[in-house]
Antibody, heavy 118, light 107 residues
Framework: EVQLVESGGGLVQPGGSLTLSCAAS????????MSWVRQAPGKGLEWVAN????????YYVDSVKGRFTISRDDAKNSLYLQMNSLRAEDTAVYYC???????????WGQGALVTVSS | EVVLTQSPATLSLSPGERATLSCRAS??????LGWYQQKPGQAPRLLIY???NRATGIPARFSGSGSGTDFTLTISSLEPEDFAVYYC?????????FGHGTRLEIK
């Protein structure tokens, strides 16, 4: 069974940093595109970043370029999102997703809430 | 950026009725459009990919159509569990973008 479990969310001050983790089971993340999608409270969905199965191709929405970094650890079968210089508008539930079909989000985690506030 | 405009914003129907949701793209996305369902407190679920292909485990009452800039998600006969928010998403151009959603509510 495919399962994605996010962790690492929490409250952080503006300008601070946080790293989200996504532990995968039931499949190997190195075989698929993997993504992060966020949802601000009461709002719609926004794609944040994804990584090609080769581990080299990485793509970001403009609003996070230079601040967020997507990475993975194949040995731990885990995906990460390093978030720096956080802003209030980054407050959202962050979902990890597996793109069984590239650039569609087939399997999702339960989400991790990141709150950026002083 | 490809802007996806969903209509209506809210659709009020009764169980058993047919639902038709629309998604219009600001430029052609060919057939590379998907649909998601999201219930309160839950992660979204992929329903349709590449305009008309049902994802694994999705009931046959869900169908998608369209190409280019105009797409439709149809639910042939609404079940109580279908009342949720529906999003469209394109994968043709970076950044990947979603529509703002259609809320399907019980009349």
């Amino acid at each position: 069974e495919v399962q994605l479990v996010e962790s690492g969310g929490g409250l952080v001050q503006p300008g601070g940093s946080l790293t989200l983790s996504c532990a995968a089971s039931g499949f190997s993340i190195s075989a698929y595109w993997m993504s992060w999608v966020r949802q601000a409270p009461g709002k719609g969905l926004e794609w944040v970043a994804n990584m090609k199965e080769d581990g080299v191709g990485k793509y970001y929405v403009d609003s996070v370029k230079g601040r967020f970094t997507i990475s993975r650890d194949d040995a731990k079968n885990s995906l990460y999102l390093q978030m720096n210089s956080l802003r209030a508008e980054d407050t959202a539930v962050y979902y990890c997703a597996c793109d069984y079909i590239p650039n569609y989000f087939d399997y999702w985690g339960q989400g991790a809430l990141v709150t950026v506030s002083s | 950026e490809v802007v996806l405009t969903q209509s209506p914003a809210t659709l009020s129907l009764s169980p058993g009725e047919r639902a038709t949701l629309s998604c219009r793209a600001s430029q052609s996305v060919s057939i590379y459009l998907g649909w998601y369902q999201q219930k309160p407190g839950q992660a979204p679920r992929l329903l349709i990919y590449d305009a008309s292909n049902r994802a694994t485990g999705i009931p046959a009452r869900f169908s998608g159509s369209g190409s280019g800039t105009d797409f439709t998600l149809t639910i042939s006969s609404l079940e109580p569990e279908d009342f949720a928010v529906y999003y469209c998403q394109q994968r043709t151009k970076w950044p990947l973008t979603f529509g703002h959603g259609t809320r399907l509510e019980i009349k």
